[in-house]
């Protein structure tokens, strides 16, 4: 008795290739593919901003050094790093807003589509399968799911 102990294989499971996976993983995200498309956007945008940082207070320190009575670079360094903040947490946050909305809706799409197959099956499926095993089964298959999903994104 150890703590994976419900996690066995039902007999209702099927087996599946990776590639087939990948393909009916893929086919849930199809519909949100600008909203996709724009997080992967917004981290590139923010891998670029976050690779400027240092160029720039290098580069004003750098005039620092040379004159250190310039109070325009250091203002500008000071509003620079201000701004450097903003859009870093803005644009942390619109990329996970939208990362959540597409991890919500994959999610609620697979439960539907998990949920409409197992009603699909007669009655005597649920004489040998508790249902509520199978709907817990279906919750945290699909949370664990979007767990995976947001550990990639991140």
Same mark, same amino acid.
């Given at each position: 008795?150890?703590?994976? *102990?419900?996690?066995?294989?039902?007999?209702?499971?099927?087996?599946?290739?990776? &590639?087939?996976?990948?393909?009916?993983?893929?086919?849930?995200?199809?519909?949100?593919? *600008? &909203? #996709?498309?724009?997080?992967?956007?917004?981290?590139?945008?923010?891998?670029? $901003?976050?690779?400027?940082?240092? #160029? #720039?207070?290098?580069?004003?320190?750098?005039?620092?050094?040379?004159?250190?009575?310039?109070?325009?670079? $250091?203002?500008?360094?000071?509003?620079?790093?201000?701004?450097?903040?903003?859009? %870093?947490?803005?644009? %942390?946050?619109?990329?996970?807003?939208? *990362?959540? &909305?597409?991890?919500?809706?994959?999610?609620?799409? $697979?439960?539907?589509?998990?949920?409409?197959?197992?009603?699909?099956?007669?009655?005597?499926?649920?004489?040998?399968?508790?249902?509520? &095993?199978?709907?817990?089964?279906?919750?945290?298959?699909?949370?664990?799911?979007?767990?995976?999903?947001? $550990? #990639?994104?991140?």
């Amino acid at each position: 008795m150890g703590f994976f *102990t419900g996690l066995d294989a039902e007999s209702y499971d099927r087996q599946y290739s990776d &590639r087939e996976l990948i393909g009916r993983i893929f086919a849930y995200f199809r519909p949100h593919r *600008t &909203r #996709v498309a724009g997080a992967a956007l917004l981290t590139v945008a923010l891998a670029g $901003l976050g690779a400027l940082q240092p #160029v #720039v207070i290098a580069r004003g320190v750098d005039l620092l050094v040379q004159d250190s009575q310039r109070m325009d670079v $250091l203002l500008g360094l000071v509003g620079f790093m201000g701004l450097y903040g903003l859009l %870093n947490w803005a644009g %942390n946050w619109a990329r996970r807003h939208l *990362t959540a &909305r597409v991890i919500g809706s994959v999610v609620e799409a $697979l439960r539907g589509a998990a949920f409409r197959a197992s009603l699909g099956h007669d009655l005597s499926f649920f004489d040998a399968f508790q249902s509520g &095993r199978i709907t817990s089964r279906i919750t945290s298959d699909t949370e664990e799911f979007a767990q995976v999903v947001q $550990l #990639v994104i991140e």
